[in-house]
């Protein structure tokens, strides 16, 4: 996970600059560079994965062009075998074809990527030209200068020294130009597939397993999150049958009452992975909440309860070894459905949920992965995002997707039923709320120390300072007041809380957990 920082006002301030290119250290802590060219300047901060030789440092020049990219570009070898009959490499980065690649392809290069990127480069035909991936996985936002000129980083926090208006750069985008263009919109079916139960599952298993497989291409050591929830055990499971030696796992609870660390156990014992847990306190929790909603620049509730435990575990992975990439489960809940989309009053209205999750998923839970593992020096990786089952499992009929089965997410789970690669009881467990997992204790230690922070009185003041996303819990301005001294007046960096869809019936709570919905049931066991 590396960071990009890049001006396209060569007058900005130089140390303004490499105080914005300074709070991107994290993210890449192997090498840092910065490079002033008459049309701009580029800073890039580097997490070596592939091609870990000096060779592979960014940015990479050819023919008048400059290129930065914080990304994996996923199959890579074949492209560039390709690409050597007629250009010269000079390392193994992934990211040393791009250029080429654009030279061949031109703006077209972006819908061909097979990857998860965040890149800007400069051609003196077009001037600068900017693109991220179609989920959003890797961050980008831009801003802009007292100049009015574009800049363009891997986070806010890395832009706010020399830039204003800062917001999120749109997923499945270029911008050139001047312009900001979609070249996909990946959460959109533009079919609908038919396929009957069983073929669907055949495809996919396979997808998955594909996703998976190119993901575990790394020149550094990898390592996998285990919950013990479905999705990170199917790619915990999938990757120890196609690796030659253990794979290590890591999991983490609540000293008291975390549900999810037996089940990770349990998966660990039957994948025989190197496995290790780690617990966390209250006091742990309370202490990491101002540097965890700095990292996250969010305020949003769910995605700090579930980023918690999740920014805990990596930083207890990075302090004790030598991994330098993660592989995670998110994305899995957007495709195949949440607690409450078991709710879903038809399955048009499966589908636009779905839709809407993964459009926004670049606020939520892929922002809370990147920034729980790149804070911590660490490349994250998601195999439920890989491009080709994104689509898939988009464009299928979503009458076969809705729980019409009893159980959620049937189709993930009878996929890979056949294979035995997990146990039957892991395999359909009901899902249980991340931040529950970890501990019930944990979301109800936050809610406490919000009562104990505002009286009535106070939230009812508190809460009228913010007009965007009015806070309306005490654990919701807790957050709020938290996020505004590192962010002030970027809230609307956020579009809204996530939360069940409040119109269905049986929605209709005032806590995002899963834990308040009636179905929950046995997944709190």
């Given at each position: 996970m590396c960071g990009i920082l890049v001006s396209t006002d060569v007058t900005v301030d130089r140390a303004a600059f490499e105080k914005g290119l300074s709070v991107l250290r994290d993210r890449g802590p192997d090498d840092e560079r910065t490079i002033v060219k008459k049309e701009g300047i580029y800073g890039f901060a580097r997490l070596a994965v592939m091609g870990l030789t000096e060779r592979g440092m960014q940015p990479f020049e050819r023919?008048?062009?400059?290129?930065?990219?914080?990304?994996?570009?996923?199959?890579?070898?074949?492209?560039?075998?390709?690409?050597?009959?007629?250009?010269?490499?000079?390392?193994?980065?992934?990211?040393?074809?791009?250029?080429?690649?654009?030279?061949?392809?031109?703006?077209?290069?972006?819908?061909?990527?097979?990857?998860?990127?965040?890149?800007?480069?400069?051609?003196?035909?077009?001037?600068?030209?900017?693109?991220?991936?179609?989920?959003?996985?890797?961050?980008?936002?831009?801003?802009?200068?007292?100049?009015?000129?574009?800049?363009?980083?891997?986070?806010?926090?890395?832009?706010?020294?020399?830039?204003?208006?800062?917001?999120?750069?749109?997923?499945?985008?270029y911008y050139v130009d001047g312009r900001f263009v979609p070249y996909t919109e990946i959460y959109h079916a533009d079919r609908v597939i038919h396929d009957d139960l069983e073929t669907a599952c055949t495809h996919i298993h396979d997808l998955l397993v594909d996703g998976v497989l190119k993901r575990m291409d790394a020149d550094a050591k990898a390592g996998y999150l285990l919950s013990g929830g479905l999705d990170?055990?199917?790619?915990?499971?999938?990757?120890?049958?196609?690796?030659?030696?253990?794979?290590?796992?890591?999991?983490?609870?609540?000293?008291?009452?975390?549900?999810?660390?037996?089940?990770?156990?349990?998966?660990?014992?039957?994948?025989?992975?190197?496995?290790?847990?780690?617990?966390?306190?209250?006091?742990?929790?309370?202490?990491?909440?101002?540097?965890v909603i700095r990292a996250l620049g969010s305020w949003d509730i769910t995605t700090i309860r579930a980023s918690l435990g999740m920014y805990l575990l990596c930083q207890k992975i990075h302090e004790t070894t030598d991994i330098k990439v993660l592989m995670t489960g998110e994305v899995s809940d957007e495709l195949f459905g949440y607690k409450y989309t078991d709710f879903a009053p038809d399955a048009r209205s499966f589908q636009d949920e779905a839709e809407k999750r993964v459009r926004e998923l670049y606020l939520y839970d892929v922002l809370r992965a990147d920034r729980c593992i790149s804070q911590n020096s660490m490349e994250g990786r998601v195999p439920f995002g890989d491009l080709a089952f994104v689509r898939y499992v988009m464009d299928l009929d979503p009458a076969l997707k809705m729980n019409t089965y009893h159980m959620g997410k049937y189709l993930l789970r009878h996929a890979f039923e056949k294979d035995e690669c997990l146990p039957h009881n892991i395999l359909f467990r009901d899902k249980a709320a991340f931040s529950d997992a970890v501990g019930h204790s944990l979301a109800d230690d936050l809610k406490a120390y919000a009562e104990e922070k505002y009286s009535d009185a106070e939230f009812e003041e508190g809460r009228k300072k913010y007009s965007w996303c009015t806070p309306f819990t005490k654990e919701s301005l807790l957050y709020r007041d938290i996020f505004e001294q590192f962010y002030p007046g970027e809230d609307r960096l956020i579009k809204d809380y996530w939360m069940p869809n409040r119109s269905w019936k049986g929605c209709d709570v005032n806590d995002p957990s899963a834990r308040y919905l009636s179905n929950y049931g046995a997944s709190a066991y």
């Open positions: 023919d008048g062009m400059t290129v930065v990219c914080n990304g994996e570009l996923y199959g890579f070898r074949p492209v560039k075998k390709e690409l050597e009959k007629k250009y010269t490499f000079v390392s193994d980065s992934d990211c040393e074809i791009i250029l080429p690649l654009y030279e061949e392809k031109g703006l077209d290069m972006f819908r061909e990527l097979d990857a998860e990127f965040a890149m800007c480069f400069y051609d003196p035909k077009r001037g600068f030209i900017a693109a991220r991936d179609p989920i959003g996985i890797r961050p980008l936002f831009y801003g802009y200068t007292e100049n009015h000129k574009i800049c363009f980083g891997s986070t806010v926090a890395s832009l706010q020294p020399i830039a204003q208006d800062i917001r999120p750069f749109p997923p499945g985008t990170s055990s199917l790619v915990c499971a999938i990757a120890a049958r196609h690796s030659d030696r253990p794979i290590r796992t890591f999991s983490i609870g609540m000293d008291t009452d975390a549900i999810d660390l037996k089940y990770a156990r349990q998966v660990a014992d039957f994948i025989h992975s190197d496995h290790t847990e780690f617990t966390m306190t209250r006091e742990d929790i309370l202490k990491a909440l101002p540097t």
